[in-house]
């Protein structure tokens, strides 16, 4: 089965646990290596009458992967930042970089900028702190946008492009935003941004690389460019990855891959954008456009389209598709301080992620698919996959002290994240 069958069929994205992690570490329990310490996890409680809501978003992917360009619309130039698919939070900091270089170029001050989701505020921001002087204009914003419904982590691949579409300049343009953004979300680590990292436990009878469904190189079969696809090879990222074998992890699985994960809680971070946009003397006005005409009776002599899946309509880009995704929500639990997910006993996929807001549990990737209510039987199967899961789990002896999620000791390169998914 190939990954996107893998990950449509199950309904579950292993969030930003990295499918089929690659295990540098050889499997410790085959090794006969004297066992380390068990970790002990807070144990998760799923169950149906826990579960506050379920959220549905569509992901704006296009094949040939997010447009990034500048062009003449009359007396105005219009620049182009949108189909950033299941990397708009991942990539947005990089992409609004190179929007304000074209920015730059027009020798202009003055900026529209139409969206309020994830790439349209963080470029609302670069520009910003080029000294530019700029609004956004956007029919809904936080919380009633894609970005507010992501899972989110940083997850710079997640169905981004078609192999066969990329180009050399693409290529460029995706790897440099991945870095620029990459290093900005670091530095937003905080409770303020709703950025944190943490430790992500994908639980496999098989840790080894392309043994444990895809997994890097895989590719999905549309032809979605996956993980080691988008990096030449000798780039391939070979650390920060632990696995621990029986004995040593809580899991119903033979072994648990350990990673560091770079996560994002859209509703803090999203209002932390917009508060940050305010503070340095943006404006926000509430408004539809319908065609690009409309445009035209903006001020502003320089229009950026963060649309997103918008632009279907608003600039008649058919080639835009949506991939739905749904999560659904459980009660919080400030306790649980891991990410973690992979086979249930009968042959489920489960995946979690803690956020303030509530255990995500389950995930969907759908093509073409525009529905914005929630599937129910994804959501049965996903909280089902995930009761399964956790109620197999071992959980801490009484007393025991629970394992702290940490930061990573060494900083993971931009390269491990490329086959997070979300
Ligand atoms: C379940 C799920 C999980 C995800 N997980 C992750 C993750 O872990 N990591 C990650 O990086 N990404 C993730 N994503 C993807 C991410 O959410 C999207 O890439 C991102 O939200 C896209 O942002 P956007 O600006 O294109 O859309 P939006 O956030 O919807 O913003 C579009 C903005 O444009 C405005 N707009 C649209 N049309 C018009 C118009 N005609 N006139 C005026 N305004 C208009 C809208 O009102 C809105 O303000 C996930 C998505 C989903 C659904």
Request: net charge positive; proline share 8%; aromatic share 8%.
């Given at each position: 089965?190939?990954r996107?069958t893998?990950?449509?069929s199950s309904?579950v994205a292993l969030a930003g646990?990295g ?6 570490t ?10 380390r310490a068990?970790?002990n996890?807070a ?10 809501r ?5 992901r704006p ?7 990034l ?10 620049i ?19 929007v304000a ?13 139409i ?5 349209g ?9 080029r000294?530019?002087?700029?609004t956004?204009?956007?029919a809904?914003?936080?919380p009633?946008?894609?970005s ?7 997850t710079p691949t997640?169905a ?5 579409r990329?180009t050399?300049?693409?290529?460029a343009?995706f790897?440099r935003?991945?870095e ?6 670091q530095l937003?680590?905080?409770?303020n941004y709703?950025?944190?990292w ?36 000798h ?6 990855r ?8 809580p899991?119903?699985t033979?072994y ?13 971070y999203?209002?932390a954008?917009v508060?940050d ?8 006005v ?6 690009p ?5 903006l ?6 389209n ?5 632009s279907f309509?608003?600039f008649?880009d ?5 991939i739905?995704?749904?999560?659904t ?5 400030p306790?649980v301080n891991y990410?973690a ?12 992620n ?8 389950g995930n969907?990737?759908?093509r073409?698919n525009?529905?914005?209510?929630p ?13 399964e ?6 959980p801490?002896?009484?007393?025991a002290?629970l ?10 390169s931009?390269q ?7």
């Amino acid at each position: 089965m190939d990954r996107r069958t893998f990950l449509k069929s199950s309904g579950v994205a292993l969030a930003g646990f990295g499918v089929g992690a690659c295990a540098t570490t050889p499997p410790r329990g085959a090794l006969a290596v004297p066992r380390r310490a068990p970790i002990n996890l807070a144990p998760v409680r799923a169950s149906f009458d826990r579960v506050i809501r379920t959220t549905v978003g569509l992901r704006p992917h296009r094949d040939s992967g997010f447009v990034l360009r500048a062009e003449k619309l009359d007396a105005k130039t219009l620049i182009h930042n949108y189909g950033h698919a299941g990397a708009g939070m991942s990539l947005g900091w990089g992409c609004g970089v190179m929007v304000a270089e074209f920015a730059q170029d027009t020798g202009q001050r003055r900026v529209a900028v139409i969206g309020c989701g994830s790439p349209g505020l963080t470029t609302a921001r670069q520009l910003q702190r080029r000294g530019f002087d700029v609004t956004i204009y956007a029919a809904t914003v936080p919380p009633d946008t894609t970005s507010n419904m992501s899972l989110a982590g940083f997850t710079p691949t997640t169905a981004l492009v078609n192999n066969d579409r990329r180009t050399p300049a693409w290529d460029a343009q995706f790897v440099r935003a991945a870095e620029m953004s990459y290093r900005q979300l670091q530095l937003m680590v905080s409770q303020n941004y709703g950025v944190y990292w943490i430790d992500s436990y994908n639980a496999t009878d098989n840790p080894m690389p392309g043994q444990s469904g895809g997994g890097r190189g895989g590719r999905g079969g549309g032809g979605d460019a996956f993980d080691a696809d988008l990096l030449p090879e000798h780039l391939r990222p070979n650390r920060n990855r632990e696995v621990l074998g029986p004995g040593e992890h809580p899991f119903p699985t033979k072994y648990a891959v350990r990673t560091p994960a770079l996560s994002i809680e859209p509703s803090i971070y999203l209002d932390a954008l917009v508060r940050d946009f305010l503070m340095f003397g943006g404006k926000i006005v509430i408004r539809k456009f319908d065609t690009p005409r409309d445009l035209m009776s903006l001020a502003e002599p320089v229009v950026v389209n963060c649309t997103g899946l918008g632009s279907f309509t608003l600039f008649d880009d058919k080639e835009l598709v949506p991939i739905k995704g749904q999560l659904t929500v459980m009660v919080p639990q400030p306790e649980v301080n891991y990410r973690a997910g992979g086979r249930t006993p009968s042959g489920g996929n489960a995946s979690m992620n803690p956020r303030s807001d509530g255990i995500v549990v389950g995930n969907l990737q759908d093509r073409g698919n525009w529905s914005l209510e929630p599937d129910e039987e994804v959501r049965q199967r996903n909280v089902q996959a995930a009761i399964e899961f956790f109620s197999a789990m071992r959980p801490p002896a009484p007393g025991a002290r629970l394992t702290r999620s940490a930061p990573p000791q060494t900083t993971p390169s931009v390269q491990s994240f490329f086959d997070a998914q979300s």
